[in-house]
């Protein structure tokens, strides 16, 4: 072969080796990007989970029917609650200690 062909083969030869490797190292950094954002979905979905609890929180702390609910849950169903113990204590008194049957 003459000089000619072999420079050829050398810068084509050269060439080549450069492009597999910016090719090798452009596929491990995709690799990588492709984890970060799975990473970034997954973050993505549990924020979009949280807020739609905290929005259902704040909906129903500002609402007329979310004050109400929360006033009976603090105030009034502790008062039922051992209102009906004492009944059902005096229930059980009163059946010897077994209940009623319904």
């Not at 030869?13 to 090798?24: C, D, K, P, R, Y």
């Not at 807020?51 to 259902?56: D, E, G, K, R, Y």
């Not at 609402?63 to 006033?71: D, F, K, Q, R």
């Given at each position: 072969m003459n000089t000619a062909a072999w420079i050829l083969v050398a810068?084509?030869?050269?060439?080549?080796?450069?492009?597999?490797?910016?090719?090798?190292?452009?596929f491990v950094k995709l690799i990588e990007l492709i984890k970060e954002t799975k990473e970034i979905v997954v973050e993505?979905?549990?924020?979009?989970?949280?807020?739609?609890?905290?929005?259902?929180?704040?909906?129903?702390?500002t609402?007329?029917?979310?004050?109400?609910?929360?006033?009976v849950d603090k105030y009034i169903n502790p008062k039922l609650k051992s209102k009906l113990k004492e009944e059902n204590a005096k229930e059980r008194t009163e059946n010897g200690g077994k209940r009623a049957k319904e």
């Open positions: 810068i084509l030869s050269i060439t080549l080796f450069i492009f597999l490797v910016v090719g090798i190292v452009l993505g979905q549990d924020i979009a989970k949280n807020t739609n609890s905290i929005v259902s929180n704040v909906k129903g702390m609402s007329i029917g979310g004050t109400v609910e929360m006033l």
